[in-house]
């Protein structure tokens, strides 16, 4: 709560004043320009990084997934089946049977993690992730290098999820399909809304800038063009 982070002792804070808190199956999307600081925002909450204010606090019960490091964790010379029974703890039959639900299918599932392009090890790690032991999972752009079947796919298992999930997303149809929390960071700050991106556009629309004044009519909201444009297919 009250996070404030900066890169550095006399640099700008990135984060200030950030207090935000996940709930056990809230599906977060955390949104914002480029630089705004939704990476940072994940690093502190992982504990990768050290505020310079403010505490982070994770229930020592809870057991967090994230996507990087699963990504890392997955070994490269054994094969996609293998690699997914040994993270979840299904037999080969259900772990076969999920590579199929996740569009990884026939000689796909005996090949190599290693030999599989970004895409496909996205699917093999979200696949882990969600069947695995985890209670919550954090996750930093998970529809990058996925075509809209691959996305599908992913969207599928994480909206399954029963546990809680933040996504750090610039794929807007991703925040509408799976997340009923929308954190948007916005000048080091988070505004949460409850519900998808369609709740959140509404919101947007009806609620006066921070300064007061409202957006004049006609022109949108810089963070939802820069939404719009990074899912344009």
């Known amino acids: 709560s009250l996070l404030r982070f900066a890169y550095g002792d006399k640099a700008r804070a990135i984060l200030e004043g950030v207090s ?21 925002l994940i690093r502190l909450l992982l504990g990768e ?20 490091q699963m990504l890392s964790e997955l070994d490269p010379e054994r094969t996609t089946a293998d690699n ?13 049977n999920l590579l199929g639900k996740m569009g990884l299918v026939g000689d796909t599932q005996l090949q190599s993690i290693g030999t599989l392009s970004m895409g496909e090890r996205t699917r093999v790690a979200v696949s882990c992730l969600c069947f ?4 919550a999972l954090i996750l930093d752009e998970p529809t990058n290098h996925l075509d809209a079947t691959a996305r599908d796919c992913v969207e599928q298992a994480l909206s399954s999820f029963p546990g809680a999930l933040l996504a750090a997303t610039h794929d807007r149809y991703f925040v509408d399909r799976v997340c009923n929390t929308v954190w948007s960071l916005e000048d080091g700050k988070v505004r ?15 609620t006066p800038s ?22 344009e297919l």
């Open 20 to 40: 935000v808190s996940l709930s056990p199956s809230e599906k977060v999307g955390l949104i914002g320009p480029n630089g705004s600081g939704k990476t940072t």
């Open 84 to 96: 997914v029974r040994d993270q979840t703890g299904l037999t080969m039959p259900e772990t076969r």
């Open 132 to 135: 695995g032991s985890y209670d």
């Open 210 to 231: 921070q300064a007061g004044v409202p957006s004049p009519a006609g022109v949108p909201d810089p963070a939802m063009v820069e939404l719009a444009l990074q899912t």
């Open 49 to 68: 990084l050290e505020p310079l204010a403010g505490t982070v606090w994770v229930n020592p019960r809870v057991r967090v997934g994230y996507l990087s």
């Open 192 to 206: 949460t809304v409850k519900g998808n991106y369609s709740a959140f556009r509404d919101d947007r629309m009806a």
